[in-house]
């Protein structure tokens, strides 16, 4: 198969991949994987990027707005909805959901994704038992990383936080928490940090997820993650209070951040639904400090989080329009320039073997948008896809293309 006159955004491209007067290659596909990139000088007639990498979500807990009810702006009425929910969920109804979830994120063309799982005890819920098998069925067509979200009081504990340290490794999933404004901050975050390095876990953590200027959340994350010596191996996501912060606080925590290697993660459809004024028109923005964090050097993903749930009743894993509402919450421009927060740069926080760059030898799981200039990615005609899977088109490819 051979892909004419497509544009690989840069911070997709690999080391010295020639290009044409246009900016447009033509990509010659064999056995799987990209072979010859060639110089084309025709106008792009699309944009190709390596299969999207969506890293955070809940497929233990979508679906469910009809039964629980939508929040409205109250973080913790969903909390507590969705855990009654999840206590009195049916198996198979947990089942058919995780695997529905997955059946969307593979038709949107999504290859990897990692989903949270409420873990409210020390022992492990039923989810994880059914995360797992769903990862080995879907093996080879989706790569499903589970997380343990747990609530950091419960890492009060030291019993408790080596037990879910152990399990999450046993079932080789990442460590996480949920962190906001607790009490004895510093001493719980200790205890999971102790937890992942026993145990060589890597870590992800719903942090700061509210418009709290007193939320620091991320700025203890950043100090243990240096004191524990595990630069690269956290993750954040939300960090909404960082945007309501002073702006020389905010740099602060920006630095280290830096520092320690983490990597943030904006969820903007969930946080522009839940943070903020429900009175009125809000005017604070549930969103992160996108721009300033990857002018410092961190990685910045652009992830779905919750779908159809109590948390977020709409949506849907089309992680392509996600990234549009975040283009124009955070106002990232030029858009075609962010298109990494959304497959190189969560890739690489996800530890995946192929980061996401596109050059010869890689494998031929891409995504093929109709876009063929940064306007056009916010609009469904510019959003419209093909999907190519081990050099094989999903769905039939455009005219000129084949």
Same mark, same amino acid.
């Given at each position: 198969?051979?892909?004419?006159? /497509? ?8 080391? $010295? ?13 064999? $056995? ?55 206590? !009195? ?8 959901? +995780? ?8 038709? @949107?063309?999504?290859?990897?994704? %990692? ?11 039923? *989810?994880? *038992? ?13 790569? =499903?990383?589970?997380?343990? =979200? ?7 504990? &030291? ?45 992800? @953590? ?9 939320? %620091? ?17 956290? /993750? ?37 639904? =839940?943070?903020? *004024? ?27 989080? !919750? ?19 975040? /283009?124009?919450?955070?106002? =990232?421009?030029?858009?075609? !320039?962010?298109?990494? *927060? ?7 926080? +996800? ?32 959003? &419209?896809?093909?999907?190519? %899977? &081990? ?12």
């Amino acid at each position: 198969m051979k892909l004419q006159a /497509v544009h690989i955004p840069p911070g997709l491209r690999g080391d $010295d991949l020639p290009v044409g007067v246009s900016g447009a290659v033509d990509i010659v596909i064999e $056995d799987g994987k990209v072979g010859k990139v060639l110089p084309s000088d025709a106008s792009p007639r699309g944009v190709l990027l390596s299969a999207p990498v969506d890293l955070h979500t809940h497929i233990d807990k979508n679906y469910c707005v009809h039964e629980v009810g939508a929040a409205e702006g109250d973080l913790f009425a969903a909390i507590r909805r969705m855990a009654v929910y999840n206590q !009195n969920l049916a198996a198979h109804l947990r089942v058919e959901r +995780m695997a529905r979830a997955l059946e969307e994120v593979w038709q @949107f063309g999504t290859r990897a994704l %990692r989903t949270h799982i409420d873990w409210g005890e020390p022992e492990a819920p039923p *989810a994880l *038992a059914a995360a797992c098998r769903l990862r080995e069925q879907w093996h080879g067509r989706i790569d =499903l990383q589970i997380v343990a =979200l747990t609530p950091l009081d419960v890492f009060a504990e &030291s019993e408790a936080a080596e037990r879910i340290g152990e399990q999450v490794a046993a079932a080789g999933a990442v460590l996480g928490a949920f962190v906001y404004r607790n009490d004895d901050l510093h001493a719980k975050l200790d205890r999971v940090f102790a937890a992942a390095k026993r145990h060589g876990s890597m870590l992800d @953590f719903h942090v700061d997820e509210g418009l709290d200027a007193d939320a %620091r959340g991320l700025e203890a994350i950043a100090e243990l993650t240096l004191c524990h010596g595990l630069e690269g191996r956290v /993750v954040c996501g939300h960090a909404c209070s960082l945007g309501i912060q002073p702006a020389g606080d905010a740099a602060n925590t920006i630095r280290l951040c830096a520092e320690a290697g983490i990597h943030l993660v904006a969820l903007p459809t969930t946080n522009l639904y =839940l943070q903020g *004024a429900w009175d009125g028109t809000p005017v604070q923005r549930g969103i992160t400090r996108m721009r300033e964090a990857r002018a410092a050097g961190i990685g910045m993903s652009v992830a779905t989080d !919750n779908v159809q749930d109590g948390f977020y009743p709409y949506g849907s894993y089309d992680l392509i329009e996600t990234f549009s509402l975040g /283009v124009q919450v955070a106002h =990232l421009a030029p858009a075609m !320039n962010w298109l990494e *927060a959304i497959t190189v740069a969560p890739a690489r926080a +996800m530890g995946l073997v192929w980061d996401g760059r596109i050059a010869p030898g890689c494998p031929a799981d891409l995504l093929l948008l109709s876009a063929t200039a940064d306007h056009e990615l916010l609009t469904p005609a510019g959003r &419209s896809r093909t999907v190519i %899977r &081990s050099g094989r088109a999903l769905t039939p490819l455009p005219p000129a293309q084949v």
